[in-house]
Nanobody, 124 residues
Framework: QVQLVESGGGLVQAGGSLRLSCAPS????????RGWFRQAPGKEREFVAA????????MYADSVKGRFTISRDNGKNMVYLQMNSLKPEDTAVYYC?????????????????WGQGTQVTVSS
């Protein structure tokens, strides 16, 4: 069974940075579009960023645009989320997701594979 594994979460002060990583585990995994989502306490899971296979196509939520950068290393099958200028409202569990399609999407239901999540806490 394919599963994605996130790492890199933690506690950081407002204005700080974190870099999240996402790697596949289990059987050989080939996904095209990959994305990051987050879920804060008491809120629904929301889209953060997505990236296409080549890395040249990206999408961002307005709330993170200009602060977060999604990237990928296809040789390692890794996806990253560089988060700068973090704010307390960025506090959430961050999830990596993948889908066997080239099309980027912000829709949760369009993603087939998910990780267990990594906690990001930003203190004020």
């Amino acid at each position: 069974q394919v599963q994605l594994v996130e790492s890199g979460g933690g506690l950081v002060q407002a204005g700080g940075s974190l870099r999240l990583s996402c790697a596949p585990s289990g059987r050989t995994f080939s996904s095209y579009a990959r994305g990051w989502f987050r879920q804060a306490p008491g809120k629904e899971r929301e889209f953060v960023a997505a990236i296409g296979w080549s890395g040249s196509s990206t999408m961002y939520a307005d709330s993170v645009k200009g602060r977060f950068t999604i990237s990928r290393d296809n040789g390692k099958n890794m996806v990253y989320l560089q988060m700068n200028s973090l704010k307390p409202e960025d506090t959430a569990v961050y999830y990596c997701a993948g889908r066997p399609s080239f099309a980027l999407t912000t829709v949760i239901a369009d993603y087939t594979y998910w990780g267990q999540g990594t906690q990001v806490t930003v203190s004020s």
